[in-house]
């Protein structure tokens, strides 16, 4: 079932390079009419500019940022450059630098974000899809409402989302049921919301990052695709005119933790389920918010109300699956079966 949400414009594709000029445009990440002085990497929506702005996302002067007034909360290491990113956060909001790319200023009341670019010349690519993932899902998280490092598909049993540590699979697998006829619901943040009771998942962005192997092998698609930013390998995947994508948000039927393990190694090839407990279900939703680290222990610790509603309404499993793609049938026919049975 898909829940309608009236005065949501959910993105169908991602913009064109005709579609880049005449700024500000308007965009719909997440449900947020957003008015943004760069691109991103969405369809433009111009329809929202006759309501005002949820966010306004503007061009800082050159070398006028100013400094944090609070502590460091979060740094993100890098091994070849020591570290991606730093997060302060204080009265006047948070600071969010991103290496090579920009210092994300977000106002205290997380309505504005100012933009002070490193170089006139950073990368367009990745400097949106930081806007639209680091940037905006810290100002989701501050206007209440919490998202998962998540992939989600929905199935004719359910919606299904799959988590877990990085490098687990999620758009792996994710991807095996896009292929079999499944609907995507999102690849990387799943926000959460009570409707009518029930929680339910928000579509996410309508494109997935997906390595090359995945692209070619879980979705079998030929053709050569768009590296997610420049100097890495992880590619882009457009859904418009390939794959469907959720027009509503859905309630959720399952999550599974995925765990992935080589079958030569173990001996075996099988798709082991566990259902965890209620605190197991918690601590792994707590564990797997999206940017958790850039959130303060308040923050964090006003999501549990939800994600208690939601462990009750949607039972949480570890998926223990062999690594090989194909394997990837045995996993959707198990994931499918107990979909079947938590109805």
């Given amino acids: 079932m898909v829940v309608d949400t009236p005065g949501t414009r959910v993105p169908v594709a991602l913009v064109g390079d005709e579609m880049r000029g005449g700024f500000p445009h308007w965009y719909a990440p997440y449900g947020l009419r957003v008015r943004s002085d760069f691109p991103l990497p969405l369809a433009s929506a111009p329809d929202l500019a006759q ?48 290496r090579a790319l ?73 991807a095996g049921f896009l292929r079999r006829g499944a609907t995507l619901l999102t690849d990387d943040a799943l926000p959460l919301r009570l409707h009518g009771g029930e929680v339910v998942g928000e579509p996410g962005l309508p494109f ?31 859904l418009d005119g390939r794959y469907a994508f959720a027009q509503g948000a859905v309630p959720l039927r399952a999550l599974y933790v995925l765990g992935r393990y080589d079958p030569d190694i173990a001996g075996r090839a099988d798709v082991e389920l566990r259902r965890l407990s209620r605190q197991e279900a918690l601590v792994a939703l707590l564990l797997q918010t999206s940017n958790r680290s850039y959130l303060l222990p308040k923050e964090e610790a006003a999501f549990l109300p939800l994600y208690g509603r939601l462990v009750a309404q949607a039972p949480v499993y570890a998926l223990n699956y062999p690594s090989g793609f194909e394997h990837q049938d045995a996993i959707e026919a198990r994931v499918l079966a107990n979909l079947r049975e938590a109805r």
């Fill in 102 to 174: 920009a210092t994300f200023h977000v106002a205290a009341d997380n309505r504005r974000v100012d933009v002070y670019l490193e170089a006139a010349d950073v990368d367009e690519g990745a400097l949106g899809l930081a806007l639209v993932g680091p940037v905006a899902l810290y100002i989701l998280h501050r206007l209440g409402r919490p998202s998962l490092h998540a992939s989600a598909v929905v199935t004719d049993h359910g919606a299904a989302a799959f988590f877990g540590p990085r490098g687990a699979g999620k758009s792996t697998v994710a």
């Fill in 208 to 238: 997935m990052k997906v390595w090359h192997e995945t692209a070619t092998s879980a979705l079998g698609h030929a053709g050569d695709l768009p590296d997610l930013m420049a100097d890495y390998e992880k590619k882009l995947l457009a």
């Fill in 51 to 98: 309501d005002p702005p949820d966010v306004v996302i503007g061009r800082g002067a050159p070398g006028k940022c100013p400094a944090p007034d609070g502590p460091l909360v979060a740094c993100a290491p890098c091994p070849t450059h020591g570290v991606d990113t730093l997060v302060h956060r204080g009265p006047g909001g948070a600071w969010i630098w991103c």
